[in-house]
């Protein structure tokens, strides 16, 4: 009995609610953002200050979860819709405006979707520190939020607009003048090739809004960011002299994609990429659709193992 008791007296309790706020935060740090906010964050009191620490909340980045929903939505033939409607919107910006607070400026790195100009105006603000802001599929983010990203956040080097029909050649000309160190921009559309192909995905009336001056983008691009090493312009509707401006522009991009932007022609690419003296990699406007083969004939066709569900969000 007396040896049991020994035995007990040398094993050593550890209670968790005594951990210091430097070790929570360590161990913590080794958790997703989905799990910390859906476990960690309800536990005590302490977990949740822990949670709320600047060193944790430098980085937010939700595309995964994005991607992993969108698939799964797809798969089980449901529709995705439910993304681009306000009520989810509001949760999105409600945790990237928390974020913003508790980083206390300490954030760098935003990736998420379906945000609005309530959460991103606070980014400009707050975040003087960041560096990548990655927000495609925000119908509601607008020129005049973007506006206080290009003054509030000169350090940014990597931005992603991609279908976000808001913002315009202006919030481009500002992000350029305002932010020397960019070096990677996404601005991708949406194909109007087959729009009943997204029909499933994205709703109708924002898809009918898809931007349609892709010379005044290219402008501001060629103008205003000569940095630039990698640029996305999927389904943009530049054409011969957009393309001519970005190529006199910005000399030192090394990856161009213009993958399903028919306005351009088959002898524009190479008079605008001898320009381009550090180009490693550049996609064509090949598009493989057999009912538009007439219109963009001008293209030699792929086969099918280019169809890479690029009509997915």
Same mark, same amino acid.
Request: aromatic fraction near 8%; charge should be negative; glycine fraction near 4%.
């Given at each position: 009995?007396?040896?049991? /008791?020994?035995?007990?007296?040398?094993?050593?309790?550890?209670? !968790?609610?005594?951990?210091?706020?430097?070790?929570?935060?360590?161990?913590?740090?080794?958790?997703?953002?989905?799990?910390?906010?859906?476990?960690? @964050?309800?536990?005590?009191?302490?977990?949740?200050?822990?949670?709320?620490?600047?060193?944790?909340?430098?980085?937010?980045?939700?595309?995964?979860?994005?991607? /992993?929903?969108?698939?799964?939505?797809?798969?089980?033939?449901?529709?995705?819709?439910?993304?681009?409607?306000?009520?989810?919107?509001?949760?999105?910006?409600? @945790?990237?405006?928390?974020?913003?607070?508790?980083?206390?400026?300490?954030?760098?790195?935003?990736?998420?979707?379906?945000?609005?100009?309530?959460?991103?105006?606070?980014?400009?603000?707050?975040?003087?520190?960041?560096?990548?802001?990655?927000?495609?599929?925000?119908?509601?983010?607008?020129?005049?939020?973007?506006?206080?990203?290009?003054?509030?956040?000169?350090?940014?080097?990597?931005?992603?607009?991609?279908?976000?029909?808001?913002?315009?050649?202006?919030?481009?000309?500002?992000?350029?003048?305002?932010?020397?160190? *960019?070096?990677?921009?996404?601005?991708?559309? @949406?194909?109007?090739?087959?729009?009943?192909?997204?029909?499933?995905?994205?709703?109708? /009336?924002?898809?009918?809004?898809?931007?349609?001056?892709?010379?005044? /983008?290219?402008?501001?691009?060629?103008?205003? @960011?000569?940095?630039?090493?990698?640029?996305?312009?999927?389904?943009?509707?530049?054409?011969?002299?957009?393309?001519?401006?970005?190529?006199?522009?910005?000399?030192?991009?090394?990856? *161009?994609?213009?993958?399903?932007?028919?306005?351009?022609?088959?002898?524009?690419?190479?008079?605008?990429?001898?320009?381009?003296?550090?180009?490693?990699?550049?996609?064509?406007?090949?598009?493989?659709?057999?009912?538009?083969?007439?219109?963009?004939?001008? !293209?030699?066709?792929?086969?099918?193992?280019?169809?890479?569900?690029?009509?997915?969000?």
């Amino acid at each position: 009995m007396a040896e049991e /008791e020994e035995k007990a007296e040398s094993v050593q309790i550890h209670n !968790w609610a005594e951990l210091t706020q430097l070790c929570l935060v360590n161990i913590l740090s080794h958790l997703s953002i989905e799990d910390r906010w859906r476990g960690a @964050m309800f536990v005590c009191k302490s977990w949740l200050q822990a949670c709320k620490d600047p060193n944790l909340n430098s980085v937010i980045d939700l595309e995964a979860q994005f991607i /992993e929903s969108v698939a799964e939505s797809s798969s089980l033939s449901l529709s995705s819709t439910l993304y681009w409607n306000h009520e989810f919107e509001s949760k999105i910006d409600s @945790m990237v405006r928390s974020v913003v607070i508790w980083s206390d400026g300490s954030l760098n790195y935003v990736r998420v979707r379906h945000c609005s100009d309530r959460s991103i105006a606070l980014i400009a603000e707050r975040s003087p520190n960041l560096q990548v802001l990655s927000i495609q599929r925000c119908p509601r983010v607008t020129d005049e939020t973007m506006s206080k990203i290009a003054s509030g956040c000169p350090l940014l080097r990597e931005l992603d607009i991609s279908l976000c029909y808001q913002i315009s050649h202006k919030s481009l000309a500002l992000i350029g003048q305002h932010c020397p160190n *960019l070096r990677i921009l996404r601005r991708n559309l @949406m194909t109007q090739v087959n729009p009943s192909q997204q029909e499933p995905f994205v709703p109708r /009336e924002y898809v009918d809004t898809c931007p349609q001056d892709g010379d005044s /983008e290219a402008a501001a691009i060629g103008k205003f @960011m000569p940095q630039l090493v990698q640029l996305e312009l999927q389904f943009s509707k530049l054409t011969n002299k957009g393309l001519a401006l970005i190529s006199e522009g910005c000399i030192n991009l090394e990856h *161009l994609d213009l993958f399903g932007c028919t306005n351009v022609t088959s002898r524009d690419i190479p008079n605008a990429s001898s320009n381009l003296k550090q180009l490693k990699t550049l996609k064509k406007p090949h598009l493989c659709l057999e009912s538009q083969t007439e219109r963009y004939g001008h !293209w030699q066709l792929y086969d099918d193992r280019f169809q890479t569900d690029f009509f997915r969000i």
